[in-house]
């Protein structure tokens, strides 16, 4: 047996053995007895914390039936060795059988860093990356029974035009209320693009915006009409020290063939071989509520998806507004004080509007000349001024500020880092440059404007800019 195939082994009956959040005396039994019978070693046992399940299917399905079968009866035996199959269980084995004995292409498991799914409940969302009138119209005929379905066994459908649709039903000040009250710092204009986008969100602008771009997964961007559901979680190591080990969602996709009722037959397939193999039945009614602001599970993500404005920089991204010396960021309200704030327009201005493309770290890395230093304290002290209600007239000597441009280069990071999803803080943030030599701004110049008594503009076009240089 190859390497990455003793590999995937390890991978997928550690996740089956963490998938009920109990690790029992016979689990253990039987994972020693797998290591010894398949000869996995301890690199290769420490290895398997670092790919993801869908990496260990993909291994696992290059192998001959015969092999195959042993070890999808082996983690059978070690799912049912304390004498129950819990609801993740039989999500990763139904999940192992359909891919495993898939020969249309039908099925596919995907792992993926998507935030927040980690903990929220059972979901199956109906997904397109081009709309389809014909199966939509069934799935809104045929709604109440997909979904009544579904619920028995505590599975939650998501189709997404009508929790768009719910969202128009709220009245629209108590919406935008609760809006506000989860993002007290967001503009009026934000909250508006905000309330435009819960109340028109598509299925194609969900599979295509929210999943392909969050996921980074091709198969996203051109998706025939499928079932995508979470199916469990792994817990993947960092690959260098000081990094944070990271928790990956794992999701089957199902196309839908194209016949009568295609949603409805394969939720019905799905449950049917779903119930072969759990062992606690989880039978649960509907509990529904209309006019209600549900914020927990696939909604909460959904929302928060949505209200960082996620679309790959194709709105404003920083909006500097001098006069009432504020700067927001993805619609949110960065509280940055004056001096802070001054700090960070002027790590930009260096960034974009000076041939060297950062704030030199004065006296580390590039030796400045005195006309270099009297030039960066002439426009760090104009940048101050520009937040201050007494400008500063005495010309203090730059490297006396260089220390606290640091600690304000601190503080800027944290703040962001609190306000900013993880994912997109790199764009935002005062980053090190490859040499450590400068300080700089990674975002796309075209999307940082500044406001100003004579109106708004791209910040590479305010005429401040070119009288310092």
Known sequence: MRHHQKIAIARLISDLIKSDDVICKEEIALYNHIICTFDISQDELHEAQFVSQAEAVFYIKKMVPSEQKKIFSILHKAAYSDNSCVAREALLLLTLSLTLNDTNDKYKLLSSKINGWQNVDKYVVYIESDFMPAINEEILEQ??????????????????????????????????????????????????????????????????????????????????????????????LALNTGQQDTTWGNFLTIRLEDEPNCVLNEVRRFLDQYETYITEPEFQRPKRGKGLFRYHGFYKQLFDFLARQHTNGEENNILIDLPARRIWMRGVEIAMSATQLATYVFILHQTYCTHHGGLIKAGQHHPLSEKDILHLGHSYRTICNLFRDTPVVCERPYMDDVPNIRGYIARIRTMIENQIEAQDIDYYYPKDSADNSMYRIAINPCFVKIRHAGGECLFTDFSLWKQLK
């Not at 989860?182 to 009026?188: A, E, G, I």
């Not at 905000?194 to 961007?221: G, V």
Request: charged share 15%; proline share 3%.
């Open 143 to 236: 709604y109440d029974t997909i979904a009544n379905l579904l619920h028995l066994w505590k599975f939650e459908f998501i189709y997404i035009p009508q929790l768009s649709q719910s969202f128009c039903e709220m009245d629209r000040s108590y919406l935008c209320d609760i809006i506000r009250y989860m993002n007290p710092r967001l503009s009026t204009e934000m909250l508006n693009n905000l309330y435009e986008r819960l109340t028109n969100f598509t299925t194609e602008s969900f599979t295509l915006d929210y999943l392909a771009n969050s996921t980074h997964q091709n198969i996203f961007y051109d998706i025939e009409p499928s079932l995508f559901i979470n199916v469990g979680v792994s817990n993947v």
